[in-house]
């Protein structure tokens, strides 16, 4: 799995933080998405997945 995310898209929601905190953090100063891992591990794909559908921005793009 690979993941990427498009700041300009990202409306700084915290979604994905709460869903996958291992892979997505936030700005201090804007709450935009950072990516902390673009390669998770098989354990958080699930989670990975979730964050992607639940991103109110379509920020997260998930590829296999």
């Known amino acids: 799995?690979?993941?990427?995310?498009?700041?300009?898209?990202?409306?700084?929601?915290?979604?994905?933080?709460?869903?996958?905190p291992e892979v997505f953090d936030?700005?201090?100063?804007?709450g935009i998405v950072v990516l902390l891992n673009a390669e998770p591990g098989e354990?958080?794909?699930?989670?990975v997945r979730e964050a992607a559908v639940v991103?109110?921005?379509a920020a997260i793009e998930v590829s296999e």
């Open 1 to 20: 799995m690979r993941v990427t995310v498009d700041e300009d898209k990202c409306c700084g929601a915290g979604s994905c933080v709460l869903v996958a």
């Open 26 to 30: 936030q700005r201090d100063e804007d």
């Open 43 to 47: 354990g958080q794909h699930a989670a």
């Open 55 to 57: 991103c109110p921005g």
